[in-house]
């Protein structure tokens, strides 16, 4: 089965401070990427996602992930973070089998970003 | 955009009750919807797959007669949580999409409490 492995459970940072949280995954096969925030109070939405061509892929609110195959990772990034950018960050991935598949998710990582 | 509806979002029971948890698609329709429950300072974890009109798919490990898992119409899904006990307490989400890819939509979540 795969899974979804995030590095950082927590994450402080300044304003203006660039970002980048990694994601990696356990499958050797097609998989479907995406990262989904959860900002206070709100529900999970979809950030952006990867399913193919273009290893980088840009989503809302200035984020972009890049895949990189090698190395099973699918890292979420922004150059400059504002304080509203505070919340909880998962990847996610599934396996594209024609039907319609769950998600699996990482731990999710919580962003905190500070004035 | 699309909206999920779940409800209640919050409901606490005492041992050995049951528990009904909707999951309704307010302005589409939803061919399949997913259940996933969370535990404190861990990962959504997918616990099963509902297709409206058909039995629900459990991923390994959840008890199909403990989460029972109705998708009567297009619209709505229910989890129903039977004879409840202390370790059933977490977070419950579902999702839903309308067809194949397209992105899923998340509902707020059931913090469910068993006494």
């Known amino acids: 089965a795969q899974s979804v492995s995030q590095h950082n459970h927590h994450v402080i940072l300044s304003e203006a401070a660039s970002l980048e949280l990694g994601c990696n995954y356990s499958y050797g096969g097609t998989v479907n990427l995406f990262w989904y925030v959860q900002y206070p109070g709100q529900h999970l939405q979809l950030l952006l996602k990867y399913f193919s061509g273009d290893p980088l892929v840009k989503g809302i609110k200035g984020f972009e992930a890049e895949f990189i195959k090698s190395k099973f990772s699918f890292n979420l990034r922004k150059p400059s973070v504002q304080w509203s950018d505070t919340a909880e960050y998962f990847c996610?991935?599934?396996?594209?089998?024609?039907?319609?598949?769950?998600?699996?998710f990482g731990k999710g990582t919580h962003l905190i970003i500070q004035p | 955009g699309a909206v999920v509806s779940q409800h209640p979002s919050w409901v606490i029971c005492k041992s050995g009750t049951s528990v009904k948890i909707e999951c309704r698609s307010l302005d589409f329709q939803a061919t399949t919807m997913f259940w996933y429950r969370q535990f404190p300072k861990q990962s959504l974890m997918l616990m099963a797959t509902?297709?409206?009109?058909?039995?629900?798919?459990?991923e390994q490990g959840v008890e199909k007669d403990k989460f029972l898992i109705n998708h009567a119409s297009l619209t709505l899904s229910t989890l129903t949580v039977t004879s409840a006990h202390p370790e059933d307490s977490s977070f419950y989400i579902c999702s839903a999409r309308i067809q194949g890819n397209s992105p899923l939509h998340f509902g707020n979540g059931t913090r469910l409490t068993v006494t």
């Open positions: 509902s297709n409206e009109g058909s039995k629900a798919t459990y």
């Open positions: 996610a991935v599934n396996i594209p089998k024609g039907g319609a598949d769950g998600l699996t």
